[in-house]
């Protein structure tokens, strides 16, 4: 078992109802106001904030989701203040099982950007993170610049998993994490963690 794939320990009659298999950790990285804090929100409080908040340091959400009747907690860090590629530390992508890759398909500066966050991935991840390329605010049709067909191309020449959300309207959040919660079991099943 490596070390970012913790199987819980504890015992569940101490913790009847948030029993749960596994933990996995999820970073969400990508540029300064793409929607990681609000994809975060409404995944773990089903709440969208409309205002920009920028946190200082370290926000953590957990939520526990059953993928084929097995529970498991994703816990969620989202980083804050510190999106700039370059300040990332290394120790952030330790035991990472899960990156959510985020930019905002109204802004392509957050597109072309993606490069130098994948090249950080492999330089301070490890190569077995499930990593998940995400579109979002996709309920701003009138803003849209970046297109469907572009992130998928860029998911495929990068072997990412690829999917657009609206933190908003909350389309397709739910769907990321459990298409990615899954994709990890399918990998553990594989023997591949
Ligand atoms: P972060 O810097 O990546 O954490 O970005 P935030 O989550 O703080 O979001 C930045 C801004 O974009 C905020 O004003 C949000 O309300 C807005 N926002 C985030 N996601 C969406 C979305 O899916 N649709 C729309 N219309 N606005 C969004
Ligand atoms: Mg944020």
Same mark, same amino acid.
């Given at each position: 078992? $490596? ?11 101490? $913790? ?5 298999? =596994?933990?996995?950790?999820y970073i ?14 409404? /995944? ?11 946190? +200082?340091?370290?926000? /953590?959400?957990?939520?526990?989701? %059953? ?24 120790? =952030? ?16 500066? *957050? /597109?072309?950007?993606?490069? %130098?966050? $994948?090249?950080?991935i492999l ?36 072997? $990412? ?7 908003? *309207?909350?389309?397709?959040v739910e769907? +990321? ?5 899954? *994709?990890?079991?399918?990998? +553990?099943?594989?023997?591949? /963690?």
């Open positions: 078992m $490596l070390p970012y794939l913790h199987k819980n320990s504890q015992k569940s009659k101490h $913790l009847k109802r948030k029993s749960y298999a =596994y933990i996995f950790k969400l990285i990508g540029d300064t106001g793409v929607g990681k804090s609000c994809l975060q929100l409404q /995944f773990t409080d089903h709440h969208f904030q409309p205002f920009h908040d920028v946190t +200082i340091g370290v926000e /953590f959400g957990t939520r526990t989701i %059953n993928i084929e009747k097995i529970p498991i907690k994703l816990q969620l860090w989202d980083t804050a203040g510190q999106e700039n590629f370059r300040s990332i530390t290394r120790s =952030y992508y330790r035991d990472t099982t899960c990156a959510l890759l985020v930019y905002d398909v109204t802004r392509r500066e *957050t /597109f072309d950007h993606l490069d %130098n966050w $994948l090249k950080q330089e301070d991840g490890n190569e077995k993170m499930v990593v998940m390329l995400i579109g979002n605010k996709c309920d701003l049709i009138d803003n849209r610049v970046v297109t469907t067909e572009e992130g998928e191309q860029f998911a495929r020449a990068n072997g $990412l998993i690829f999917m657009e959300t609206s933190a908003k *309207t909350a389309k397709n769907e +990321i994490f459990v298409k990615s919660a899954s *994709t990890i079991c399918n990998k +553990i099943k594989d023997g591949v /963690f």
